[in-house]
C-alpha cells in the first residue's frame, strides 16, 4: 500500500490566519490526490481531488497544490467553519489510503 | 440531492459476521461506484473496497478474504458483509459515492454508521 504522512497532525491557528498542511506519499501518486474535511460527528466532506480541482460549493479560500509525492492544502484566510480535521486520500492505485489527519484548532 | 443512509446492527459478535446495508436516495445508484470506508476509534480511516451497479468489485486486498459487497439496483442498495469479526473491526461504517469523472474520490457520504464488536 502506498503510505501517506501528514504533518502537522495538530495545527493551532486564529481566525484570519492563512495556514498550510502537507501530505506526503511513501511513492509517487502523480496528481491523484483529494482532501477532505471532517468536523466532529460527521462524514468526511471532499474540498479538492486531483490534487489542485476545487470540488463544486468549496469556498475558494481552500487551494491545492503538488504532484509526484508531496502535496499541500492551503487556508488563505481561516473562518471560524474551517475549525475541524483534515485528511489527504491518494487514489492513484489499490488500496486507496488515507493520511492521519490534521487537526486545525484555535 | 443524493443521500445515502446506513443500517444494521450496531453490535457484532467475535468470529460472526458484520451486515450493513446502504441506501441510496435522490438519485440512481446505476452507472457509479459506491464504497464502503470505515474509521476507527483513533480516527484513522480505511477504504475497504467499492461496487459498480453491475456488481463488479475491487476490494482492499487487506479485507479481501473477509469482504463481500452486493448491489441491489431495484431498491437503490448496496451492502456490505465482513465475516470473522474482531475488536479490531470496530469502527464508524460509512458508505460513499465515488464520484462520477474522478474515481476515486467520494462525494456523498452517509451519516456512517457504529459498529462495536464484542461479546
Known amino acids: 500500500d502506498i503510505q501517506m504522512t501528514q504533518s502537522p497532525s495538530t495545527l493551532s491557528a486564529s481566525v484570519g490566519d492563512r495556514v498550510t498542511i502537507t501530505c506526503r506519499a511513501s511513492?509517487?501518486?502523480?496528481?491523484?490526490l483529494a482532501w477532505y474535511q471532517q468536523k466532529p460527528g460527521k462524514a468526511p466532506n471532499l474540498l479538492i481531488y486531483k490534487a489542485s480541482s476545487l470540488e463544486s460549493g468549496v469556498p475558494s479560500r481552500f487551494s491545492g497544490t503538488g504532484s509526484g509525492t508531496e502535496f499541500t492544502l492551503t487556508i488563505s484566510s481561516l473562518q471560524p467553519d474551517d475549525f475541524a480535521t483534515y485528511y489527504c486520500?491518494?487514489?492513484?492505485?489499490?488500496?486507496?489510503?488515507f493520511g492521519q489527519g490534521t487537526k486545525l484548532e484555535i | 440531492q443524493v443521500q445515502l443512509q446506513e443500517s444494521g446492527p450496531g453490535l457484532v459478535k467475535p468470529s460472526e459476521t458484520l451486515s450493513l446495508t446502504c441506501t441510496v436516495s435522490?438519485?440512481?445508484?446505476?452507472?457509479?461506484?459506491w464504497s464502503w470506508i470505515r474509521q476507527f476509534p483513533g480516527k484513522g480511516l480505511e477504504w475497504i473496497g467499492h461496487i459498480y451497479y453491475s456488481g463488479s468489485t475491487d476490494y482492499n486486498p487487506s479485507l479481501r478474504s473477509r469482504v463481500t459487497m452486493l448491489v441491489d439496483t431495484s431498491n437503490n442498495q448496496f451492502s456490505l458483509r465482513l465475516n470473522s469479526v474482531t475488536a479490531a473491526d470496530t469502527a464508524v461504517y460509512y458508505c460513499?459515492?465515488?464520484?462520477?469523472?474522478?474515481?476515486?474520490?467520494?462525494?456523498?457520504w452517509g451519516q456512517g454508521t457504529l459498529v462495536t464488536v464484542s461479546s
Open positions: 460513499a459515492r465515488v464520484k462520477w469523472g474522478s474515481s476515486g474520490t467520494f462525494d456523498y
Open positions: 486520500q491518494q487514489y492513484k492505485s489499490y488500496a486507496w489510503t
Open positions: 435522490g438519485g440512481s445508484i446505476s452507472s457509479l461506484y
Open positions: 511513492q509517487s501518486i502523480s496528481s491523484w
